[in-house]
Nanobody
C-alpha cells in the first residue's frame, strides 16, 4: 500500500521561502514520478509542478522561476523549494503519484495515491 507524507508547510510573509517534502512508502518515485497539486479555499485544485521518474522537474507557468522541484533517490523523497512566495500561493499542497501496476504507470485520476496535504500560508 502506498503512503505519501508531505511536510514543510507553514506560514511566511510575501517574498519568503518554504521547502516542502514528500516521502513515499510502498512506492519509489523512480517508478512513475510524482506531481504537486494545491488547493486554496473555495478554489479548484490546480497543478503546480511534477518530477519525472528520472528526477526532472516540470513546472507550470504559475510557479516557473520561483519554485524548484527535486528528487533524492536515496531517500525516496521529493522536494519543492518555494521562493518569492505570494499570497496567491496560499493553499494546501498535495503530493500525488500514479498507480504503479505490473511494471507500468497508470495515470487514471481515480487510481492516483495522495498524501494528506500540508498547509502553506503566505501573508502580506
Amino acid at each position: 500500500q502506498v503512503q505519501l507524507v508531505e511536510s514543510g508547510g507553514g506560514s511566511v510573509q510575501t517574498g519568503g521561502s518554504l521547502k516542502l517534502s514528500c516521502t513515499a512508502s510502498g512506492y519509489r518515485f523512480t517508478y512513475c514520478g510524482m506531481t504537486w497539486y494545491r488547493q486554496a479555499p473555495g478554489k479548484e485544485r490546480e497543478l503546480v509542478s511534477s518530477v519525472t521518474r528520472a528526477g526532472t522537474p516540470i513546472y507550470t507557468d504559475l510557479v516557473r522561476d520561483r519554485f524548484t522541484g527535486s528528487l533524492d533517490k536515496a531517500k525516496n523523497t521529493v522536494y519543492l523549494q518555494m521562493n518569492s512566495l505570494e499570497t496567491e500561493d496560499t493553499a494546501v499542497y498535495y503530493c500525488t503519484t500514479p498507480r504503479y501496476v505490473g511494471g507500468g504507470c497508470n495515470n487514471r485520476d481515480d487510481l492516483r495515491d495522495w498524501g494528506q496535504g500540508t498547509q502553506v500560508t503566505v501573508s502580506s
